[in-house]
């Protein structure tokens, strides 16, 4: 069965404080990973679609990386503004639907 | 250009009763996808439809359906409502088929009472 996990659950930073966030997955067959960002009560905004290992995309602060068997969304120097639930999916080789993963709340403070 | 849109923004139904949710697509986008969202949980995958036809089907019972009309644009029927069906109903579509990069409405929050 396809499965995503992410972690940690929850994040607290401070401002400036770069870390980075981790998205694992088991999928029968890999045809892409999307990195959304999602505000309290909204739908999701699409950050990055990675489809092969090695494959690296930026925007602004983040940094998203892909590997075999997982996903790193980078963050650095994050400001309050960065505040969001991140959510991880795989889109499987067959099914033709996103596979979504609990996500994680992020918090950062000034 | 104007994004996914959703209506209605909320919806307070009773138990048993059913109700009715829409989408617009982006202009251009042939694919409409419905998701739910619980309160704890994530987006779980509801239906997919592509040129009018259902394509694929979450696990969820038949109770949920729905359709895509000539426009692309999409109606998610939910009947025999439960409390548990209480939950953010999202929208996305995408230009091709393949689910790259689609974009999501603001839901539709769905209150069974």
Same mark, same amino acid.
């Given at each position: 069965e396809?499965?995503?996990t992410?972690?940690?659950?929850a ?15 088991? !999928? ?6 999307f990195? %959304? ?16 290992a090695?494959?690296?995309k +930026? ?8 590997t075999?068997? +997982?996903?790193? @969304?980078?963050? /650095? ?7 969001? /639930?991140y959510l991880?999916? !795989? ?8 596979v ?11 | 250009?104007?994004?996914? /849109?959703?209506s ?5 139904k ?8 829409r ?8 694919? !409409?996808?419905w998701?739910?969202?619980a309160?704890? @949980? ?6 997919? %439809?592509?040129?009018?036809e ?6 969820f ?11 692309y ?7 025999? @409502?439960?409390l548990?069906?209480?939950? @953010? %109903?999202?929208?996305?579509?995408s230009?091709?088929?393949?689910? /790259?990069?689609?974009f999501?409405?603001?839901g539709?929050?769905?209150? !069974?009472?």
């Amino acid at each position: 069965e396809d499965q995503v996990t992410q972690s940690p659950e929850a994040l607290r930073l401070q401002e400036g404080e770069s870390s980075s966030l981790n998205c694992s997955y088991t !999928v029968s067959g890999l045809r892409g990973l999307f990195w %959304y960002r999602q505000d309290p009560g909204k739908g999701p905004e699409f950050l990055f679609t990675l489809y092969s290992a090695g494959e690296e995309k +930026e925007k602004e602060r983040l940094k998203a990386t892909l590997t075999k068997k +997982e996903s790193f @969304l980078h963050i /650095t120097a994050p400001k309050p503004e960065d505040s969001a /639930t991140y959510l991880c999916a !795989v889109h499987p080789e067959y099914g033709n639907k996103l596979v979504f993963g609990a996500g994680t709340i992020l918090r950062v403070k000034s | 250009e104007a994004g996914v /849109t959703q209506s209605p923004t909320h919806l307070i139904k009773t138990r048993g009763q059913q109700a009715t949710l829409r989408c617009s697509p982006i202009s251009g986008h042939t694919s !409409v996808y419905w998701y739910q969202q619980a309160l704890g @949980l994530g987006l779980q995958f509801l239906l997919w %439809y592509d040129e009018g036809e259902e394509r694929n089907r979450g696990n969820f019972p038949p109770r949920f359906s729905g359709r895509q009309f000539p426009n692309y644009s999409s109606e998610l029927n939910v009947n025999a @409502l439960e409390l548990e069906d209480s939950a @953010l %109903y999202l929208c996305a579509s995408s230009f091709l088929p393949a689910n /790259t990069e689609a974009f999501f409405g603001q839901g539709t929050r769905l209150t !069974v009472v």
